[in-house]
């Protein structure tokens, strides 16, 4: 058998998930010095995982890096087997049998619950599913988002939250010449949403946005961003935290709020985004569909940059019919991966995979928020998928190598014995090329298809 990993026997890798992460991974084997054949297998018929159904429409620039995620497809090493779900229509043990390798990139899927009353009332939704509708999402685009009401509630002061609140911040004008899904665009024509109350557990001055994407509520046409100064004040701790020259982007977000409440409210605004702190939900109240949530008012406690919110007894009731959970994310398990329900990540140290016991699981890796948990931007799952890769490269000569290993064949098989219709990255450029003419036609940068059939009606 000649070495792996040389032209006659290149490394088999099959990669699960085809958001950042995967593509990251992919780009790492593809430009070793190691000759290596990667097959990225993705749920959707689309790839690009949050880059496509996650950053807000309103972020256009953020979706570049699609670009050179596309220049690593490009590659002849490199291999996009979509609308194949692994664990149901394919398994890891499947996977394994035909690569010698197989890195699970799956993200996040899921949203933190609040651990509250109520919390399952119909108005009570998590960011996620928001998100993915106003992004076209296929699991998502049939949820409806009943925006008759006043008030609208967002829990958590994260990125994600920002964007909620923003989407529901914007005036149609605002979001028309986005990539924002037109039956979301429909919908969000038609708001009656007054109010947007953006509540963080702590303090102002650890609120998880980042610069940029708050000072854009700065920017909003038809919305004050209303801060309240007494809000503002800080405990020691907190200023201590602000001091540090390691903590600038916190420093230049307290700043910002402090900005805002120097403003003068816009009476001609038809609405008002406030940020207010130091607050959780402690029940969501209604009969059957909700109508308020009980906040509790917090206090920290704990050293700097490790302060804690505990709830001091005392509450105030907000009147709202729809609120948002925006409080982190965690990962779902996969068939034949061990998992960690207390994290909601796959248990592994340095990407290589591990049983629950810490012993290393020959063959199996893991990259991006399923290893590591929902934490940091686009880029920073590049460092992540290539401190996995290299792990994999160094293991190399620990592979199976007994056999010549079928790659992408065996999958193929399997999946047409099953009459589980796959496709090819050629494929998903037709569906690319239509959702782009579908938008030149409305001054957007595409229009998406929202339904699998549909993206599969035009291959």
Known sequence: MAKLGSEENPLLVAIVGSGPSGFYAAEALIKSDISVKVDLLERLPSPYGLVRSGVAPDHQKLKQVIALYQKTADSPDFNLIANVNVGTDISVEEL??????????????????????????????????????????????????????????????????????????????????TDIAQHALDILAESKIKEIHVIGRRGPAQAKFTPKELREFGELSDCNSIVRAEDLILNPESEIELLEKSNIASKKIYDQFCEFSKRETDPAKSRNCYFKFLMGP??????????????????????PFKQSARGTGETIELETGILFRSIGYRGVPIAGVPFNESWGTIPNEKGRITDNNCNIIPQLYTAGWIKRGPS????????????????????????????????????????????????????????????????????????????????????
């Open 96 to 177: 394994c049998q035909s690569h010698h390798a197989v890195i699970m990139t799956s993200g996040a899927e899921t949203d933190r619950k609040l651990g509250v009353a109520g919390e399952d009332l119909n108005g009570s939704y998590t960011a996620t599913e928001f998100v993915g509708w106003y992004n076209g999402h296929p699991d998502y685009r049939d949820r409806q988002f009943d925006l008759s009401h006043d008030v609208a509630v967002i829990i958590g002061q994260g990125n994600v939250a920002a964007d909620v609140s923003r989407i529901l911040s914007k005036t149609v004008d605002e979001l028309k010449h």
């Open 282 to 303: 402690k029940e969501l109240i209604g009969t059957t569909k909700l109508e308020k949530v009980i906040l509790e008012k917090n206090q920290l406690s704990g050293e």
């Open 376 to 459: 940091g931007i686009i880029g920073t799952n590049r460092a992540c998928s290539v401190e996995t890769v290299q792990c994999l490269l160094e293991d190399i000569v620990k592979l199976d190598n007994s056999e010549i290993k079928a790659g992408a064949e065996a999958i193929y098989t399997i999946l047409d014995r099953k009459n589980i219709r796959h496709i090819c990255y050629d494929n998903w450029k037709k569906i690319d090329i239509k959702e782009i003419e579908r938008g030149k036609l409305k001054g957007k940068p595409r229009e998406k298809y929202t339904y699998i059939a549909e993206m599969l009606s035009e291959i």
